[in-house]
Structure formats: structure tokens, C-alpha cells
């Protein structure tokens, strides 16, 4: 099966400042990939997904970036504010149409320094 | 929309009891999942529907019971609660057709 791997577990950034989080993935055949942002006490939400036909996707101050031949994905938020303080997972999932399955990292806690 | 609603918010079972975890969603969403979160593991798929009457395991099946009679509900049983089912739950739903999966607030569930 699939597994993903989440780097780094905790990251601190002064506001203003840019973070970024990368995930590795196992399967070759992965071609779904989604970064959730949890808030305390409350379910993932999706951010950004990006497919594997596309090497990025921006979304304002969100952005994530896809490199297929080293199977690494990123997570990048430029210009942090306080409100994106909080745990970000990075998911993959293997074509299994009607049937995907989300293999999930392990989580990111982002802080950010006011 | 409610979204994806999850009952009860907090519970403590004593080892060896039973209870359901309740999961709904007004999204008329075809699949229905439910994960468990652990610190430092992420969240794991325990078991999931592809629509009523049709369900199927994920990657930690063992102690969960789970059915789809409706589109809407989708319960999870804990038959014989154990100390290793401490844990956060959460249920999920998506569309027939898209990737996005709607989380629900989660479910923290204790077992001493």
C-alpha cells in the first residue's frame, strides 16, 4: 500500500514569513494529492489538492508543488498570518476509480510567531 | 447545509462496553468514511461506504462494525471497547465524481 511520509512535525514561523511542509510518497501510481489544515477541536479541512497531471497550483497565499519523478509533494503559504496557525496533513491516493482511498502523513503543527 | 454531523462529541466507555458513534450528512454525498486520529499517526481509515447497503474495510478494521442503511447516516459500533480504541474519531463524506472529502467536528472517545 501506499505511505506517505510528513516533514517537518512542528514548525514555527515569524508572521510575514514564509513556511513550508513536504510530504514523500511511496507509490508510483499516487495521482491524487490534497493538504488538509485542522484547527483545534475541529475536522481537517481541505486547502489545496493538486493532481498528478500538474507540477503546481497556487491559490492566493497557498500554493503546493508536485515533483512526480522524486515523489514529493510541498506545501508552501507565503506572507503567515495568525489565523494559519494550526496541524496541516498532506494526503495521497492511488487511482482506483470509485474507490479512492486516502493514505495520510502524519501532520505538520505550524505556529505563528506575531 | 449541516455538512457532516457527528454525535456524541466526548465519551467515556469502561473496557468492554459497547456504543455507536453516530456520522450523518445532507449533502446527499455517496461515500462515507470514518478515520481515527492518534497523535503523531495521523488519521487511518477504518472503514468506509460507497453507498447504502455497501461497505467496506480500510486499513484498522478490527473492533469496528460498521452499516449504510441510508444515504444519510452512517454509524460506527465499537462491539467490546478497549483501552487501544482510545482515540479521536472522524467521519467524512464526498461526492460521487470528486476527491474532496468534508470532515465532521470528530468524536473524542476515551476507553479506561
Known amino acids: 500500500g501506499e505511505n506517505v511520509e510528513q516533514h517537518p512535525s512542528t514548525l514555527s514561523v515569524q508572521e510575514g514569513d514564509s513556511a513550508v511542509i513536504k510530504c514523500t510518497y511511496s507509490?508510483?501510481?499516487?495521482?491524487?494529492f490534497p493538504w488538509y489544515k485542522q484547527e483545534l477541536g475541529k475536522g481537517p479541512q481541505l486547502i489545496i489538492d493538486?493532481?498528478?497531471?500538474?507540477g503546481e497550483k497556487k491559490d492566493q497565499r497557498i500554493a503546493v508543488t508536485l515533483n512526480k519523478t522524486a515523489k514529493h509533494f510541498s506545501l508552501h503559504i507565503t506572507e503567515t498570518q495568525p489565523e494559519d496557525s494550526a496541524v496541516y496533513f498532506c494526503?495521497?491516493?492511488?487511482?482506483?476509480?470509485?474507490?479512492?482511498?486516502?493514505?495520510f502523513g502524519t501532520g505538520t503543527r505550524l505556529t505563528i510567531i506575531p | 447545509n449541516a455538512g457532516v454531523t457527528q454525535t456524541p462529541k466526548f465519551q467515556v466507555l469502561k473496557t468492554g462496553q459497547s456504543m455507536t458513534l453516530q456520522c450523518a450528512q445532507d449533502?446527499?454525498?455517496?461515500?462515507m468514511s470514518w478515520y481515527r486520529q492518534d497523535p503523531g499517526m495521523g488519521l487511518r481509515l477504518i472503514h468506509y461506504?460507497?453507498?447504502?447497503?455497501?461497505?467496506d474495510q480500510g486499513e484498522v478494521p478490527n473492533g469496528y462494525n460498521v452499516s449504510r442503511s441510508t444515504t444519510e447516516d452512517f454509524p460506527l459500533r465499537l462491539l467490546s471497547a478497549a483501552p487501544s480504541q482510545t482515540s479521536v474519531y472522524f467521519c467524512?463524506?464526498?461526492?460521487?465524481?470528486?476527491?474532496?472529502?468534508?470532515f465532521g467536528p470528530g468524536t473524542r472517545l476515551t476507553v479506561t
Open positions: 449533502m446527499n454525498h455517496e461515500y
Open positions: 493538486i493532481r498528478s497531471n500538474v
Open positions: 467524512a463524506s464526498r461526492k460521487r465524481g470528486s476527491y474532496e472529502q468534508y
Open positions: 494526503a495521497a491516493s492511488l487511482p482506483n476509480f470509485g474507490n479512492e482511498k486516502l493514505t
Open positions: 507509490d508510483s501510481a499516487s495521482n491524487y
Open positions: 461506504s460507497v453507498g447504502a447497503g455497501i461497505t
